[in-house]
């Protein structure tokens, strides 16, 4: 079992930056994979970035690739994704996830640990 925490999530202006954190515990080792999906109002999740708990492997979503940047603690079993130039279109719920491999990491239906996710909220 893995348990995730998300903090991070906050009202922020068109063009601002945030950087949301997440925590892990419980069985964190080699394989597992860790990530952010999002959520926005009327619509379905969607992947943001997931990296290698080792760090070596990352990847984004094209969509968002220059703009948001996966990255992890080691010290603090902590992934965090920084999220700049911000727009009213990333508003949603962004969720940690979690996962043993590297396969289908795109895909919502491969992660078995789910965060409780936290609001991001970009105003124009």
């Known amino acids: 079992q893995v348990q995730l925490v998300e903090s991070g999530g906050a009202w922020v202006q068109a063009g601002g930056s945030l950087r949301l954190s997440c925590a892990a515990s419980g069985r964190t080792f080699g394989s597992l994979f860790m990530g952010w999906f999002r959520q926005a109002p009327g619509k379905e999740r969607e992947f943001v970035a997931a990296?290698?708990?080792?760090?070596?492997?990352?990847y984004h979503a094209n969509s968002m690739k220059g703009r948001f940047t996966i990255s992890r603690d080691n010290a603090k079993n902590t992934v965090y994704l920084q999220m700049n130039s911000l727009k009213p279109e990333d508003t949603g719920v962004y969720y940690c996830v979690a996962k043993y491999g590297s396969t289908r990491l795109t895909f919502v239906q491969s992660y078995d640990y789910w965060g409780q996710g936290t609001q991001v909220t970009v105003s124009s």
């Open positions: 990296m290698s708990w080792n760090g070596i492997s990352t």
